[in-house]
């Protein structure tokens, strides 16, 4: 201690240009340094969730969950696969080896969940596929209301209207809202008439969506114009 005593009172210029330095660059490096609550972690993690409506968890996980546990032991750089079945969803954590190149690892995931889904019932959607990351905790939540509009009024203007706004922000990801009701058109079938006509409910469901389609009927030339005919036969009056 009295060796930097002495140094510094023998060359006080530069003491001083050091101590200037050290000053100058902790200020820029405080500018310049990104804060982030939640900062990156590069965890070698990626969570799978299936939706599949109406399936109990037995049948979640012997119709769904098996198939994928069993592809995505194929994957390189895989640790541990962890799976959790309830009603009519189906989350499989995939854990890797420290190392492994996520973006391949990501790349391979969908591949082996595109060939389990070929084994899966039919109707059965494409999952969410995610890594998971700090940075995508939820750091708040808006709440919407009203007093003269309806909930689906509401859905519609958080949808459409506000998300985009967030979702234009750099680095804040606007997940859809959710709690609005979504449009539903429920059919009640008498069982007496369809035993009456012969037909299943299934024949039904069928025949309902056959006949509920958007077709494109093309063009027609009228004169020197070209006239779009388009062949609508979506059902818009639900009584």
Request: proline fraction near 8%; charged fraction near 15%; avoid cysteine.
């Amino acid at each position: 201690m009295l060796k930097l005593i002495q140094f510094a009172l023998r060359k006080p210029i530069t003491i001083i240009v050091l101590v200037l330095g050290i000053v100058l660059f902790s200020i820029l490096a405080i500018r310049k340094s990104s804060i982030d609550i939640f900062p990156s972690v590069n965890a070698p993690t990626i969570y799978v969730a299936q939706t599949y409506g109406g399936l109990s968890p037995q049948q979640m996980e012997g119709f769904i969950t098996s198939y994928y546990e069993y592809h995505f032991l194929y994957i390189t750089g895989i640790k541990a696969v962890e799976s959790k079945s309830i009603q009519g969803l189906a989350l499989i954590k995939l854990q890797f080896h420290e190392g492994t190149d996520m973006a391949n690892a990501m790349a391979e995931t969908i591949s082996y969940v595109n060939r389990a889904r070929s084994f899966m019932p039919p109707g059965t959607l494409p999952p969410f596929v995610m890594r998971y990351d700090a940075g995508s905790v939820p750091v708040g939540q808006l709440v919407f209301s009203s007093e003269g509009r309806s909930l689906n009024e509401i859905q519609d203007l958080a949808l459409f209207k506000v998300r985009p706004m967030f979702a234009a922000l750099p680095g804040v990801s606007a997940p859809p809202p959710f709690g609005g009701n979504q449009r539903t058109i429920l059919i009640k079938a008498d069982p007496e008439r369809l035993r009456s006509y012969n037909i299943t409910a299934d024949e039904l469901v069928m025949a309902i969506a056959k006949n509920n389609p958007i077709l494109p009927a093309g063009n027609i030339r009228v004169g020197d114009k070209t006239v779009i005919t388009p062949s609508n036969s979506v059902v818009d009056n639900f009584k």
